[in-house]
Nanobody, 124 residues
């Protein structure tokens, strides 16, 4: 059984940094993708970053490029977020799903396993 546990959200001031953590367990082989999504009030859930666990290929939405970095260490996956702005305020979710491709999907419906979400609040 696959389990996803995300954590690390806090309230910070603009310009600050946070590191979100996601522990994924239950996959026996590394052909799966891990993604960070976020959802702000009144907005749709969007993929912030994705990583193919086997190949290490990553994707970042334009709004976070050069500020966010996705890394992995075994079953643990981290989203380092720097230079945070109030526009980054959202509920962040980690998600994982098996893939048969060498690229990762960006649609939330493509991910079968989700963490409970962790709140990031950035004040100006």
């Amino acid at each position: 059984q696959v389990r996803v546990v995300d954590s690390g959200g806090e309230s910070v001031q603009a310009g600050g940094s946070l590191r979100l953590s996601c522990q994924v367990s239950g996959y026996t082989i590394s052909t799966y993708c891990v993604a960070w999504f976020r959802q702000a009030p009144g907005k749709e859930r969007e993929a912030v970053a994705t990583m193919h666990v086997r190949y290490g290929d990553t994707y970042y939405v334009d709004a976070v490029k050069a500020r966010f970095t996705f890394s992995q260490d075994g079953p643990n996956h981290y989203l380092q977020m720097n230079s945070l702005t109030p526009e980054d305020t959202a509920l962040y979710y980690c998600a994982a799903s098996r893939t048969y491709s060498n690229t990762c999907p960006r649609a939330s419906g493509s991910y079968a396993n989700w963490g409970q979400g962790t709140q990031v609040t950035v004040s100006s």
